[in-house]
């Protein structure tokens, strides 16, 4: 994997897990870009939407997150299940 970094931490409305933007770029392409969540604590780290293409996040409630991605195909603000959260 390329040079990664880490931004826009947000807390879910219920202060249980927060979310952030995982961002990595090969050298002469364009940044890739994953949601993680995780506990408060650091544990239960889960990987979102790994289309690399996704932006704009913001929870809807605390198993749902709202988010512009490429998720299974398709363009568009999608919200994401909590299957993934």
Known sequence: MGRSHFSV???????TRFLFLH???????????RPVTCAMA???????????????????EDET???W????????VLAIPGRWW
């Open 9 to 15: 931490p947000i807390c879910n409305p219920g202060d």
């Open 69 to 76: 991605s490429r998720l299974c195909g398709r363009r568009g």
């Open 42 to 60: 650091g544990s239960e780290i889960r990987i979102g939407d790994d289309s690399g293409d996704i932006s704009h996040l913001i929870w809807k």
């Open 23 to 33: 961002r990595w770029r090969f050298p002469g392409q364009g940044f890739q870009t």
């Open 65 to 67: 997150v709202l988010a």
